[in-house]
DNA sequence: AAATGCTGCAAGTAATCACTTGCATGCAAG
DNA sequence: CTTGCATGCAAGTGATTACTTGCAGCATTT
């Protein structure tokens, strides 16, 4: 795949090439996969239908790509190396506002794959599973550190506490950019920090 | 709306338009809501595509009458009026169990409007917001509830509560049936009751 | 000057879509 | 029996889809 990529990508104009792939994204994002047509990328893109083919030579391989980009760009987005405080709440703020950032970005992709992408199996586990997966690994890591310290009930499971934790970020964006939710952005991360840090429990 | 819907009902035999929804449910489901044809509907419903069209005119009628339905079932799935138990892990379980189980039945349509949605507010807002809303509020009720009677820390925002507690068991079920938790649908929802319930604090 | 390669433009292809029309059939109530 | 109504079937409409072909312009490289 990548060599085949490679091949077409290697000839000169990077303009075009780059072009083409942010109008893909920008139409899959509010179209849907289906829905999205080479007319309407050519549109955004300012240039002819013809061109999208001789660079990429399908819709198919298009969207591949543009999902390739989209996963990369998460993954570099949400990578959360370096200096943790060590004060749970603060720490998990900052895994929320990170991994919410990230979300953002690839809202209108990832909206699209949750419509389309039980179709697209490959693509739907490339773009999200093998991205938020070392995202997990490291929130879990993080937890499971903490409870070393005593910092953190002993009986969490942590990678379960990962999963549960993105699943409500992502939800959340969800029914924010539905018009759904009346918390706007700053609001639900911070509820939500703040449940996931305390539970229900009345304080000790 | 309904007057039309009533009007085209009427006459004799239940059966077909009956047949022809879930026909178109299951369609959308597993299609998208651009991407179902009628042709499809109709192969589903073992009949002749015309007959969709006099019945319901349009591929929008029938999508209408399709979220309508589901939004009602939706509805009906998820009252939890009746009896709580007053210990808060068991209620939100019994919420949680209730919601889940609603979720699973419309996960197709669900799944369909979060990707084609945006550009159809309407019904979005009718089969999700005002659907989910209702919900909500018996959550939060049952949460302050608790408050005055002190199981339950007095600081806590039980809307923001109803809200991130719905959107991890949504997020958790998109996961799921894309085939990217390890966890199945049990222990999700024991893992996020333990965690609403508790956070990470050590227990006192 | 010649050659190469990206691009635009015009036109066309085969498939598929929602939706229509006209007619035949069969069932049920009058 | 006849009238009405729901349905099937065959055929077709016009729009739109992804994708192709052939040609010409234009820039850069050789």
Known sequence: MSEILAKIKTPEKPGMRQRLMEAARAEFSDKGIESATTRGIAERAGCNEVTIFRHFESKQNLLA???????????SL?????????????????????YNAS???CEGMARALVGDGHRRPTLCKELVGD???????????YLDRLKTEGLVR???NSTAFAEVFTSSLFG??????????????DAWLRETVDIFVHGIEVAK
């Open 154 to 156: 002993q009986d969490l």
């Open 78 to 98: 949400c990578e959360c190396r370096g200096e943790f405080s060590g004060d749970p709440r603060k720490d998990l703020e900052r895994f929320a506002q990170v």
């Open 103 to 105: 979300l953002e970005r």
């Open 65 to 75: 790509a543009v999902v390739q980009e989209t996963s990369e760009e998460f993954s």
């Open 131 to 141: 991205v938020i997966e070392p995202f997990h690994r490291s929130i879990a890591c």
């Open 172 to 185: 959340g964006l969800l029914r924010r950019t539905s018009g759904l939710s009346d918390l706007d952005r």
